[in-house]
């Protein structure tokens, strides 16, 4: 059975740094693309970045620059560094399984930029 | 940037009605576009993959259609709990996008 479990959420000043986690079980992340995709509250889902199988990784303009996608193949496990965070970045933060569609979703973990 | 529009932002139906949501890319997509569904407190659960291949355990009522830069999702005898926000999705270049979400709520 494919899980995402997500971790690492909190809350966080801004210009402050958070690693997000996710766990992977049931398949393997580096055979996988792999996205993060937020939603801040009461809004809609916002992608964020995604690694390849090959390691290649996209960003949204939004986080390029300040984020970064990561993965441990040893661990199956993805996560998202977030450095110099701002309010705009408070979501509900969700791992997810992509090949085009997203097709299976974390719990997602909440981030509060908040001083 | 392709900018996906959904129509209606907001639609207030009864259970068996038939409930259609449409979806506007800003240039053509192929049919490199996908439905979610996101009920209250959940995380998002896909519908429908390349906008009209239906994904294994979600039930017949739902389904797809289009290509280009008009997509539709159509839920056919709506029940209570299909009560969500629906999202449609493209992967056909970066950045990936999303609609803004149609809400349904029963009347």
């Known amino acids: 059975e494919v899980q995402l479990v997500e971790t690492g959420g909190g809350l966080i000043q801004p210009g402050g740094s958070l690693r997000l986690s996710c766990a992977a079980s049931?398949?393997?992340?580096?055979?996988?693309?792999m996205s993060w995709v937020r939603q801040a509250p009461g809004k809609g889902l916002e992608w964020v970045s995604v690694?390849?199988?090959?390691?290649?990784?996209y960003y949204a303009d939004s986080v390029k620059g300040r984020f970064t996608i990561s993965r441990d193949n040893s661990k199956n496990m993805v996560y998202l560094q977030m450095n110099t965070l701002r309010a705009e970045d408070t979501a509900v933060y969700y791992c997810?399984?992509?090949?085009?569609?997203?097709?299976?979703w974390g719990q997602g973990t909440l981030v509060t930029v908040s001083s | 940037e392709i900018v996906l529009t959904q129509s209606p932002d907001f639609q207030s139906v009864t259970p068996k009605e038939k409930v259609t949501i449409t979806c506007r890319a800003s240039?053509?997509?192929?049919?490199?576009l996908h439905w979610y569904q996101q009920k209250p407190g959940q995380s998002p659960k896909l519908l429908i993959k390349y906008a009209s291949q239906s994904i294994l355990g979600v039930p017949s009522r739902f389904s797809g259609s289009g290509s280009g830069t008009d997509f539709t999702l159509t839920i056919n005898s709506l029940e209570a709990e299909d009560v969500a926000a629906y999202y449609c999705?493209?992967?056909?270049?970066?950045?990936?996008?999303f609609g803004q979400g149609t809400r349904l709520e029963i009347k």
């Open positions: 997810a399984k992509a090949w085009g569609h997203f097709d299976y």
């Open positions: 240039q053509s997509i192929g049919n490199s």
């Open positions: 690694i390849y199988s090959g390691g290649t990784t």
């Open positions: 049931g398949f393997t992340v580096s055979s996988n693309y």
């Open positions: 999705h493209q992967s056909s270049s970066f950045p990936i996008t």
